[in-house]
């Protein structure tokens, strides 16, 4: 597949040295831009699912709301540090990926370039879909399960802002990678690997892990909430299944 008479190991290395300090450089930017906006950051975004006028807890006539409590001296900081890179890396997500297909096109063939070059658009596409998916449904689904959840009356609920931030940030990253998906089945499919029809073959199996899934994200058990998690997992897998090579 790859292929490069006119580059030697030295300038590959230094064309990857040039796109790892561009990626670097950009990071940076945007952390250090991204830093001064704590308010807006945390009270409009992060801890939006936090309050009872998000979205879908009006769609479900939810009266919820989590009130977070911070115990250590240094949390509410190194807190805000953490995010603040953690949101400078998504949003330069696209530029990373750019930077990647950079790097390896020139030892692609004019085939390959077509096939694995909608395969790198798309990717920032489906990260930033799963990314946002679990910020308007799972994490709050996740939030209004736990927070109720007691083992015993006698052991009241107390949240830290470092426990919802490990699950937030956790469960943002998991679906943005998850909906990464329809990229392997791109790249496996380029290598022969994977047919369209041994995944429709195994659509069945395929359901039963996605309920699996859903059923684990959302221990609450409604079928509402099962749906809610189920039916884009779903429709990820069928979309795979559409761009799969026959």
């Not at 590959?12 to 040295?17: G, K, W, Y």
């Not at 009872?52 to 900081?77: C, H, R």
């Not at 694995?116 to 596409?125: E, M, R, T, V």
């Not at 189920?230 to 799969?244: D, G, N, Q, R, W």
Request: with cysteine; hydrophobic share 55%; glycine share 4%.
């Amino acid at each position: 597949m790859l292929h490069s008479d006119e580059m030697t190991f030295w300038d590959h290395l230094d064309a990857l040295r040039a796109s790892l300090i561009k990626v670097i450089v950009a990071f940076l930017v945007v952390a250090i831009g991204l830093f001064p906006f704590k308010v807006f950051l945390f009270d409009n975004l992060i801890l939006a699912p936090t309050k009872s006028d998000f979205w879908i807890y009006k769609l479900l006539g939810a009266d919820f709301s989590l009130n977070l409590v911070n115990i250590e001296l240094t949390t509410q900081f190194m807190i805000h540090m953490k995010m603040t890179l953690l949101c400078a890396a998504v949003l330069i997500f696209p530029y990373m990926v750019y930077q990647v297909w950079k790097f390896i096109a020139p030892a692609l063939y004019s085939n390959e370039k077509n096939a694995i070059g909608k395969a790198f658009l798309l990717s920032s596409f489906l990260f930033y879909a799963g990314v946002v998916i679990s910020y308007l449904i799972i994490i709050p689904l996740m939030l209004n399960f736990f927070s109720g959840y007691q083992v015993s009356s006698a052991v009241p609920n107390m949240f830290s802002l470092s426990s919802y931030i490990s699950i937030f940030t956790s469960m943002a990253l998991t679906f943005g990678i998850v909906f990464e998906f329809p990229i392997l089945t791109i790249l496996l499919s380029n290598l022969g690997l994977l047919h369209r029809e041994s995944m429709k073959q195994y659509r069945r199996h395929a359901v039963c892990a996605i309920v699996v899934l859903a059923a684990v994200i959302t221990p609450s058990g409604d079928p509402f909430s099962l749906a809610i998690v189920a039916v884009p997992l779903y429709l990820l897998y069928e979309f795979s299944v559409l761009i799969c090579r026959p």
